[in-house]
């Protein structure tokens, strides 16, 4: 014998039938009580009769899940949506002709070797988050309606692609996952689907394109370093310029000055110090040099000695 259970279709495709609990009590109940009344009066009519009867009832109640929505179909025409939980329809007339999730669906799509509007080729990948708002229009106003959701999303996409330069798609990500949310909400709303939001996971261009692109960064990097490297040379020349005019006027300070550059070139022992003549006649460097000489040859003769 054939258990009756509840056969479904969801999205389209026929998928295997759930086992309804409640179409087995009923079946279970009517071929009890067939046994009993066969075992009572041993004829076995009863329970070829009673079995035959809770199949057929056992035909009539389903139940959807909270999330769902039953499409019902009387003799091929819609009257109504059920659930979620128990209902009823009329065996052999009735049938369930889809079961409609109404939870956010997740669909990845992707748009491959597409050119930009500089035609340079691109692989992008993006993530969909949409839902059913309608359950009746998107199971009599479209097939399938999860392969349109998906083809309408990638058709945007490329379509959104081919009208952006590579900077912006680079750069606008945010820009353009709200225009491709508007674009695909508008072709999908006539179905009874709308979308929540868009996201770009990943954006590849060619190998060689992205050498060339680092290398421009990069000789954008050096340039900005050598622009400020100048721009601190002109501030310290500025400086220097304050500094001079300073040691103009006074002798001492100059003087302290020549001392403190003696004293940075010449704390490390062994250490070399080059000084323009210039440097020497007008800092009055000539007699510190010849000190210094003196001590750091003093310093090396007790070195040896010791």
Not at 6 to 23: D, E, F, I, L, Q
Request: no cysteine; proline share 4%.
């Amino acid at each position: 014998m054939i258990i009756p259970v509840t056969g479904t279709v969801r999205n389209g495709p026929v998928v295997a039938p759930r086992v309804n609990v409640v179409s087995l009590m009923l079946l279970v109940v009517f071929i009890a009580a067939g046994i009993a009344g066969t075992v009572l009066t041993e004829n076995p009519l009863y329970v070829i009769v009673l079995a035959l009867i809770g199949a057929f009832a056992a035909m009539s109640p389903r139940v959807a899940q909270q999330w769902e929505k039953a499409v019902v179909l009387r003799l091929g025409k819609f009257v109504g949506l059920r659930g979620p939980g128990l209902f009823w329809i009329m065996p052999l007339f009735d049938r369930v002709s889809s079961w409609i999730d109404q939870r956010v669906i997740t669909t990845s799509f992707a748009a491959e070797q597409t050119l930009t509007s500089d035609t340079v080729p691109v692989n992008v990948d993006a993530v969909l988050f949409w839902m059913v708002y309608d359950a009746e229009k998107a199971a009599l106003e479209v097939q399938q309606y999860q392969d349109a959701v998906s083809w309408a999303a990638q058709t945007a996409l490329r379509d959104i692609i081919g009208r952006t330069p590579l900077t912006e798609l680079l750069r606008g990500r945010e820009r353009i996952e709200e225009e491709l949310q508007k674009v695909i909400d508008a072709r999908s709303n006539p179905w009874g689907v709308t979308v929540q939001s868009v996201e770009m996971r990943d954006i590849v261009i060619p190998d060689a394109l992205q050498d060339a692109m680092s290398r421009e960064a990069q000789a954008s990097r050096e340039k900005r370093a050598r622009i400020i490297l100048g721009e601190a040379e002109v501030e310290i020349a500025k400086l220097f310029e304050s500094a001079s005019t300073s040691y103009h006027g006074n002798p001492t300070a100059l003087h302290l000055r020549a001392m403190n550059m003696l004293y940075e070139g010449l704390k490390e022992k062994g250490a070399l110090m080059l000084v323009p003549s210039s440097a020497v006649e007008s800092m009055g460097m000539g007699g510190l040099l010849g000190a210094a000489a003196l001590r750091q040859e003093k310093l090396t003769g007790g070195a040896e000695g010791v």
